[in-house]
Antibody
Framework: QVQLQESGPGLVEPSETLSLTCTVS????????WSWIRQPPGKGLEWIGF???????NYNPSLKSRVTISVDTSKRQFSLKLSSVTAADTAFYYC??????????????WGQGILVTVSS | EIVLTQSPGTVSLSPGERATLSCRAS???????LAWYQQKPGQAPRLLIY???NRATGIPDRFSGSGSGTDFTLTISRLEPEDFAVYYC?????????FGQGTKVEIK
């Protein structure tokens, strides 16, 4: 059974770069699409972007100028970098699996999420 | 971008009652590309329904989805205590994928 686990700093200073990693266990990272999704405390969900195991990406236009998602298949990890963060980027960040060989797919499963607070 | 509007924002019901949650899209969505998730406090969202009406693995049959075009519905036929949570719809057709703002099902 595939499981996802987010890791990274829980506190980032304003204007700095948020960096998170999602580690996949229980299944191969190959042939799947992998996404990052965030949720400000008490608010709704926002899809950030996805990466295919081959490295192709698609980002939400609302964040595209600040987002980079990368993959390391040898470590079964994919990562998120969000630059120039502000307090508005404070949120729970989730990684999730998308489709097998298709980007048109639901998210299942999800990682447990990690709270990242932007503050000095 | 497709905007998904969920209604009501909050619904108060008793265990055993039927819950009907609505998700309306700003433009037509293929029924293949609509999902529903359940989120409980302190937990990640959990997939309930994909492709408008297909239950995910392990989801009880009291959960059902329907709809087409711009109007979609999640129905919980008889609420169990563990069903009180927030529910989100999501489309995964035209990028960017978006979520509705959520409907909270609370105990009356």
């Amino acid at each position: 059974q595939v499981q996802l686990q987010e890791s990274g700093p829980g506190l980032v200073e304003p204007s700095e770069t948020l960096s998170l990693t999602c580690t996949v266990s229980g299944d191969s990272i190959s042939n799947y699409y992998w996404s990052w999704i965030r949720q400000p405390p008490g608010k709704g969900l926002e899809w950030i972007g996805f990466i295919y195991y081959s490295g192709s990406t698609n980002y939400n236009p609302s964040l595209k100028s600040r987002v980079t998602i990368s993959v390391d298949t040898s470590k079964r990890q994919f990562s998120l970098k969000l630059s120039s963060v502000t307090a508005a980027d404070t949120a729970f960040y989730y990684c999730a699996r998308g489709g097998w060989r298709t980007s048109y797919n639901w998210f299942d499963p999800w990682g447990q999420g990690i709270l990242v607070t932007v503050s000095s | 971008e497709i905007v998904l509007t969920q209604s009501p924002g909050t619904v108060s019901l008793s265990p055993g009652e039927r819950a009907t949650l609505s998700c309306r899209a700003s433009q037509t969505i293929s029924s293949s590309y609509l999902a529903w998730y359940q989120q409980k406090p302190g937990q990640a969202p959990r997939l309930l329904i994909y492709g408008t009406s297909n239950r995910a693995t392990g989801i009880p049959d009291r959960f059902s989805g329907s709809g087409s075009g711009t109007d979609f519905t999640l129905t919980i036929s008889r609420l169990e205590p563990e069903d009180f949570a927030v529910y989100y719809c999501q489309h995964y057709g035209t990028s960017p994928w978006t979520f509705g703002q959520g409907t909270k099902v609370e105990i009356k």
